[in-house]
C-alpha cells in the first residue's frame, strides 16, 4: 500500500492533485481541509495516502493530517458509504467538528453536507458513536507531549473507555515515558 507521498506539487485542481515523486505523478484525490492547507504550486509537499483498489481503477486519497486519514478509514467502513462520500464529509466539517456532532447526535449538522440524508446521518452516528471521539481526543493529546498520545492508544487498545483512558493520563508527568506512563496510568485504573 502507499501509505505517503513527498514530492513537488504540480497541478491544483479539486479535489485531484498531481504530486510529481521523483519524475513519477501521482493523481491524489484531497479533502478540501487538506487542499487549502497544500502550498503553491511547484513547491515541496507530502499527504499520507490511502490507497483504494477496484476493478477499473486504482484510487489514492490524501490527508494532512494523520487524524484526517484514520477518520476516512473509520468512514469508509460504515455500510453504504463510499470512499467520494466519506471525502465529501471531510470536506465539510474538520476531524473535531465530525467528533463533536457524532458525540452531541446531532444530525442536522451531518445533513447539511452533499450527499449525506437523514438515513445515512443517522447510521454515521450509531456505528461512529465513540470510534471518530477517540480519535480527535488522541489528536488532541498527540499535540501535546507525544508520549501521552501513545498511552492513550495503549490503553484505548487494552479496552478502556476513552473517559477512562483520558483520567488516568491527568494524573502522570509530562516528561513520563511510554512504558512507565503505561504502567502509571494502569496502577490508577486498578484504584
Do not use: W
Request: charged share 20%; proline share 3%; with cysteine.
Amino acid at each position: 500500500m502507499i501509505g505517503k507521498l513527498s514530492g513537488k506539487l504540480v497541478e491544483k485542481a479539486p479535489p485531484l492533485v498531481l504530486i510529481d515523486c521523483h519524475g513519477v505523478g501521482y493523481e491524489v484525490l484531497v479533502s478540501m481541509n487538506t487542499f487549502y492547507n497544500l502550498p503553491a504550486l511547484g513547491e515541496s509537499c507530502s499527504v499520507l495516502t490511502h490507497l483504494i483498489v477496484r476493478e477499473d481503477a486504482h484510487l489514492l486519497y490524501g490527508f494532512g493530517t494523520a487524524e484526517e486519514r484514520s477518520c476516512f478509514r473509520e468512514l469508509i467502513k460504515v455500510s453504504g458509504l463510499g470512499p467520494k462520500t466519506a471525502l465529501s464529509i471531510l470536506s465539510g466539517m474538520t476531524v473535531a467538528d465530525l467528533a463533536n456532532a457524532i458525540a452531541q447526535q446531532e444530525l442536522g449538522l451531518l445533513t447539511r453536507i452533499p450527499g449525506i440524508g437523514k438515513k445515512t446521518a443517522e447510521r454515521l452516528l450509531l456505528e461512529l458513536k465513540g470510534k471518530i471521539g477517540e480519535l480527535s481526543s488522541a489528536s488532541a493529546l498527540t499535540a501535546g507531549p507525544s508520549q501521552h498520545g501513545d498511552i492513550l492508544q495503549a490503553l484505548l487498545a487494552l479496552g478502556y473507555s476513552d473517559k477512562e483512558a483520558q483520567q488516568a493520563l491527568k494524573g502522570l508527568a509530562a516528561d513520563v515515558g511510554v512504558s512507565d506512563g503505561i504502567k502509571q496510568a494502569l496502577r490508577a485504573l486498578a484504584k
